[in-house]
């Protein structure tokens, strides 16, 4: 069974400072990470994903995130937090050889940025 | 501009009554999804379809029923046995997956807000 790991619930970060969401993954064969991120009462939006490749991903809205094999994980990052990145992220993952449903969403976290 | 409509956006429902919430697409993908979120919660999975005219249960298919007639519209009915019907409901759909030469990346709707009184 693949399992996503969100292991805060909640982060604050202050406007100007880098920022990361953690994310710990399990699967049993190559694993294809996602994150997307949700505005209150939208849909989810996509971020950037990892499927092979370069480790650090660069995605939307100056957003990256670094696959760690070694660490099973898959963190989100950017250099300088804005307002504006206050949302819920969410990390995914999904077997690379896996099924029509087997994309595991994590619980979610509040990322709030302070001006 | 392609993409995933739901509809309606928010929902009212009197305990006892069935609804059913809609969700089209023109992005022509082949699978389509029904999730569930919960606060505090992450996605939980109600159904899913990968062609026309067949569909999978997940993980909380119970008090729930979908069908898929067309490509572009894949509806969720709520019915009077869900026992918790209250949350917020987002449809999502995919091109292809791994195995077909492609990532498996979701889209998502807007979402659907159900409120029973």
């Known amino acids: 069974a693949q399992s996503v790991a969100q292991p805060e619930d909640q982060v604050n970060v202050a406007e100007g400072n880098p920022l990361t969401v953690k994310c710990t993954y399990s699967v049993s064969g190559n694993p294809y990470l996602f994150w997307y991120v949700q505005y209150p009462n939208r849909g989810l939006q996509f971020l950037l994903k990892?499927?092979?490749?370069?480790?650090l991903v660069k995605g939307s809205y100056g957003f990256e995130a670094e696959f760690n094999k070694s660490q099973t994980s898959f963190h989100l990052k950017k250099p300088s937090a804005l307002v504006s990145d206050s949302a819920l992220y969410f990390c995914a993952v999904r077997d690379g050889a896996g099924s029509a449903r087997q994309l595991t969403f994590g619980s979610g976290t509040q990322l709030t940025v302070l001006p | 501009d392609g993409g995933i409509t739901q509809s309606p956006k928010y929902l009212f429902r009197k305990e006892g009554q069935n609804v059913t919430l809609s969700c089209e697409q023109n992005?022509?993908?082949?699978?389509m999804y029904w999730y569930r979120q919960d606060p505090g919660q992450g996605l939980r999975l109600i159904y899913y379809s990968q062609i026309v005219n067949d569909f999978q249960k997940g993980d909380i298919a119970e008090g729930y029923s979908v069908s898929r007639e067309k490509k572009e519209s894949f509806p969720l009915t709520v019915t009077s046995a869900q026992k918790n019907p209250t949350a917020f409901y987002l449809c999502?759909?995919?091109?292809?997956?791994?195995?077909?030469?492609?990532?498996?990346?979701?889209?998502f709707g807007e979402g659907s807000r159900l409120t029973v009184l």
């Open positions: 992005l022509n993908h082949d699978a």
């Open positions: 990892y499927i092979t490749g370069d480790n």
């Open positions: 999502a759909s995919t091109r292809s997956f791994p195995g077909q030469g492609g990532t498996g990346e979701l889209f």
